[in-house]
């Protein structure tokens, strides 16, 4: 089991710990929201639910607003408070994490782009079934990265990241099959597009919630593991928990 003895340190002045409580709050209630804007554009697309779709839309311009806020809280709060080491990483992680998730918001409003577009144009095509698929795999990838920020949660946190690569095994097969179904019936082309690059910021978003497990490691651990395997990773934190048991060999 991936652990760590160090959470963000405690302070002589509450004021402090009160404003890095308050960013981390505030950056778990954006995660809730985005959560919320990925579920509702997948069943707002399966369903044709148009006024579902415009309601996740309008929801970008609140984590818009939250992304801002918050980053610019970070900002003051390295510039006055000058922190280091955990708190400095918390601070640093969560300015990273809501980025990724006002880009999964926007990544939502554009399913929901689509599925109105394909509402209006008649029959639903095909690929639903890819879709839900993809969907429900991504909407547990967000669930559980925002599981783990609450929880500072390595173990769940490594497993997001794995979980990206199944998002992508499956992405890869999915858009194989809608480019073959273009081809024999030319009339659905334009229909199956909409779906394909509904597929593409379902992965996207699979992407973002990785990277966000990646944030969260960094921050309780203390290591970059940007841009590294899933192999290397597991290695990483194995030095941090020499006792943890899990296989190598599971990794893709």
């Known amino acids: 089991m991936f652990t760590s003895n160090e959470g963000f340190s405690r302070h002589i002045s509450q004021q402090f710990n009160h404003e890095l409580e308050k960013i981390r709050t505030e950056l778990l209630a954006m995660g809730g929201i985005v959560e919320r804007q990925v579920s509702d554009a997948i069943e707002a697309l399966i369903n044709n639910n148009l006024d579902m779709a415009e309601e996740s839309r309008r929801m970008d311009k609140q984590t818009n607003q939250m992304e801002l806020s918050i980053d610019d809280q970070c900002t003051k709060m390295i510039a006055t408070r000058q922190p280091t080491a955990s708190d400095l990483r918390l601070i640093v992680s969560i300015s990273r994490s809501v980025t990724d998730l006002e880009r999964m918001g926007d990544e939502a409003s554009r399913i929901c782009k689509h599925a109105i577009e394909i509402a209006q144009s008649g029959p639903s095509p095909k690929g639903y079934q890819e879709v839900r698929h993809i969907g429900k795999l991504v909407s547990s990838m967000v669930k559980d990265v925002l599981t783990a920020f609450a929880r500072s949660d390595l173990e769940l946190a490594y497993n997001v990241a794995k979980q990206d690569s199944n998002v992508n095994m499956e992405y890869r097969t999915a858009m194989r099959s809608l480019a073959t179904y273009m081809m024999e019936d030319p009339r659905s082309i334009s229909a199956i597009l909409n779906v394909m690059w509904v597929l593409r910021s379902l992965e996207r978003i699979g992407d973002h ?23 290397s990773i597991k290695r990483s934190l194995r030095n941090e928990s020499p006792d943890d048991e899990m296989e190598l060999n599971e990794d893709n």
Do not use: F
Not at 212 to 229: A, F, K, P, T
């Open 209 to 231: 919630a990785r990277n966000l497990s990646e944030h969260l490691i960094y921050q309780v651990s203390g290591m970059d593991v940007r841009h590294q395997s899933l192999i």
